[in-house]
T-cell receptor
Framework: AQSVAQPEDQVNVAEGNPLTVKCTYSVSGNPYLFWYVQYPNRGLQFLLKYITGDNLVKGSYGFEAEFNKSQTSFHLKKPSALVSDSALYFC???????????????FGKGTKLSVIP | GAGVSQTPSNKVTEKGKYVELRCDPI?????LYWYRQSLGQGPEFLIYFQGTGAADDSGLPNDRFFAVRPEGSVSTLKIQRTERGDSAVYLCASSSTVGTEAFFGQGTRLTVV
């Protein structure tokens, strides 16, 4: 079975400072990894994905994430946080290989990011 | 349409009633997914369609839940004999091909009273 852990329920960061939202995963074989953001009363919005290739992935709104296979991690980062980045962030994983159940995205519980002015 | 559309946005129903939740995916997307999100939790997988067929329904919690996608586009999630524990936000997503990123609708908030 595949799983995602987001160890921090909440992350607080001052505006202009770098931010990191942590994610570790467990999956059979190689992973596809995703980050989504959820603003209040809105649906999930895709931020970025890792499929293959460079371990550093760049996405929307200046976010990036680093895939680390040995640590089974996919932490979300941004060099300079904005107040408008305050939202709920979800990491998700699915297995690369085909087969029963393999197209399911498994999500973490989410991390609430608060950027303080 | 420009995005995934879900109707209704809110649904309040009495315990024991039947409900239908509708999802209209992005035009041309062949893969469609249903998820359920309870308060304070991440989305949980329910069912996945590739075209008209349910390729994976392993996430449906019991036989009160089922979903259809008869023409390979619009999908309906159907819940019979609703229970208070069914209260959650039901999310629909679609993707152009299997394995690419999924785009989510705004969800239907179901409240069973």
């Amino acid at each position: 079975a595949q799983s995602v852990a987001q160890p921090e329920d909440q992350v607080n960061v001052a505006e202009g400072n770098p931010l990191t939202v942590k994610c570790t995963y467990s999956v059979s074989g190689n992973p596809y990894l995703f980050w989504y953001v959820q603003y209040p009363n809105r649906g999930l919005q895709f931020l970025l994905k890792y499929i293959t290739g460079d371990n550093l992935v760049k996405g929307s709104y200046g976010f990036e994430a680093e895939f680390n296979k040995s640590q089974t991690s996919f932490h979300l980062k941004k060099p300079s946080a904005l107040v408008s980045d305050s939202a709920l962030y979800f990491c998700a994983v699915r297995a690369v290989q085909s087969g029963a159940g393999s197209y399911q995205l498994t999500f973490g519980k989410g991390t609430k990011l608060s950027v303080i002015p | 349409g420009a995005g995934v559309s879900q109707t209704p946005s809110n649904k309040v129903t009495e315990k024991g009633k039947y409900v239908e939740l509708r999802c209209d995916p992005i035009s041309g997307h062949t893969a469609l997914y249903w998820y359920r999100q309870s308060l304070g939790q991440g989305p949980e997988f329910l069912i996945y369609f590739q075209g008209t067929g349910a390729a994976d329904d392993s996430g449906l919690p019991n036989d009160r839940f089922f979903a259809v996608r008869p023409e390979g586009s619009v999908s309906t999630l159907k819940i019979q004999r609703t229970e208070r524990g069914d209260s959650a936000v039901y999310l629909c997503a679609s993707s152009s091909t299997v394995g690419t990123e999924a785009f989510f609708g705004q969800g239907t908030r179901l409240t069973v009273v």
